[in-house]
């Protein structure tokens, strides 16, 4: 691969530095819903060689397999329920609604209740080859955790609670029973996993970052089950999962718009001299990316458009510097990041004499279309937020209220209505529950508030009293008013036996 190759294809011809670097954005986000995160991540998990795109088709030759029983009139081998009743079952009773573009498509799509669902339901895409969202997450976990070891415990723990033992509730139990009768190509079963790469502990030890904090509510969700039905289980988890892989992706961009400019000073002679300078440079304390009752997706376009403008100027740099000295360094660590700026440094007369501040410009007017997120990379992380964190539209106006874990809505009615940040009812729920399950003892709205800041969504605790956030606690029974708390409301555990 050679920089002439980079120029023409910038965005198929990433630098192995770059491309290998354990906090690049792999793999790279694309339309999802938690429904389609949810179904991805029990495929990660525990359904060994079955592919993303094997999926839609799984799920038609499932269709033919009971219009053939149904035809014939002839029960199935192991199987509780007739072929008519098991299709009324996947297209009445356990059907996900489509989405207003979807409308006249058929195919078969349903809530992802048990793992057997995820065999022939919930891809991504019904044609082509599908992203896997179980692969970021599956990142996530090691990224979020402090070695290895913590991360494939993690790992094993949420195979064991996204499985269907004795203690899930009865229904939960026969519908796994029933679908591996009928579904019988993929089996569920746990899928050894290969190493990933984690964030140097150093780096680590004093940085708040969304995976981490995806992480520990993780943990919090898998210790919940026992006190929920599994419908209301996979509910708080798909919650968590949406913003958490959302926040993620978002961090993700800021690291690389920070890195950039770590070599961009270099390239000008400045840039970090230290490794304290470095990390300090490169690694945000906090993530302020959704201000809560705000307008969401602009602010998500800005963080977008600062990664593509960053993905292209690494690669650039990377690419020339290539071309006449080996590269030292990498893009995972502050010490890696340090060890490139001073490359950098070093070969800087080179570099410009080379003209690399002429290829970067060429790069930003050739592929704005792109960084402005109206095509390719950018509009597929504009849709992948979209349609994680809001509200699902239904094609079904009846079932408009199907989804209540969004972490977005439509302010009002209208197609053109901006989306703005707000908790559906689950999705308070998950994130009280997390909020308070490694606490003793009574918490105010500022422990909610302080823990949404986790993943970006700042909102003061202040207000929470008079706005949707106050209202919705309310409603749910997760607050009591008391004159000795901040704002004057101290948060209910959702779980007492959790909680216990």
Known sequence: MTLAIFREAPWQTSHPVYSQSALAMTPAPEYASSEVILSSLYRAVGFQGLSEGAVPQAGRDLDREILRFRNRKRPRDGAALDADSFNMMLHST???PKLPNQSSKRFLQVTPLVPQTAAFSGSARLVGSP????ALVRRMVWLGTS???????LWAGLFDALSVANDDDIFARFLQRELSAWATESSWGRAPSSPMPTLDPVDRDALRYPARHFVEDLESIIEAKGSLTRRQWTSLLEAILRIGVVSHVLWLCDIHDRSWRCLREALAGGGPTTVEEARQAMLPRTLAALSYGDRALATVKDRVSAFLLARLGLNAVLWSLAEVADVSGDLSTAAGLLALCEAVREKRATLAGGGLAGLIAE?????????ICRKGIGANIMEFARHVLGQRQTAN????GYDQGYALKKRGTSNSSPWIVALGPVAVLALVHCALSKTSGPRSVRRLAQHLQGYGISVDHRDIAQNDLGHQLRMLGLVLDS??????MLLVPPFAEAAK
Request: aromatic content about 4%.
């Open 94 to 96: 356990l059907e996900s």
């Open 483 to 488: 004159p000795d708390a901040e704002s004057g």
């Open 147 to 153: 070695d290895a070891q913590s991360a494939e415990k």
């Open 397 to 400: 106006a009846v079932l408009r």
């Open 131 to 134: 992203w896997s969202p179980g």
């Open 363 to 371: 790069l930003q007017e050739r592929e704005n279309r792109t960084v």
